[in-house]
Nanobody, 116 residues
Framework: QVQLVESGGDFVQDGGSLRLSCAASGSIFSGKAMGWYRQAPGKERESVARITDGGFTAYVDSVKGRFTISRDNARNTVYLQMNSLKPEDTAVYYC??????????WGQGTQVTVSS
């Protein structure tokens, strides 16, 4: 079964940290670049970070220096370590291939809420 399952979201204070996890079925994960995306209320979903199969990473400017994406190829899991969280980071966070591949359903996402 092709699926993506995100976890780790929570309610945190401004300046706090969270670590998100995404478990992917092997057919999605193996050999592919993976990414984290987020969607805030009333906004379009945006790409936050991506990591290639070989470990090269890229970030949207707003999270550079605060977020770190990583992957465990043996566990088909991708992580997002988020430090120095800000209220504007509040969103539902999703993982998917990068870029998102057609035909692979999005997971349910995980809610991150940062209070000021």
């Amino acid at each position: 079964q092709v699926q993506l399952v995100e976890s780790g979201g929570d309610f945190v204070q401004d300046g706090g940290s969270l670590r998100l996890s995404c478990a992917a079925s092997g057919s999605i994960f193996s050999g592919k670049a993976m990414g984290w995306y987020r969607q805030a209320p009333g906004k379009e979903r945006e790409s936050v970070a991506r990591i290639t199969d070989g470990g090269f990473t890229a970030y949207v400017d707003s999270v550079k220096g605060r977020f770190t994406i990583s992957r465990d190829n043996a566990r088909n899991t991708v992580y997002l370590q988020m430090n120095s969280l800000k209220p504007e980071d509040t969103a539902v966070y999703y993982c998917h291939t990068s870029p998102p591949a057609l035909g692979i359903p999005w997971g349910q996402g995980t809610q991150v809420t940062v209070s000021s």
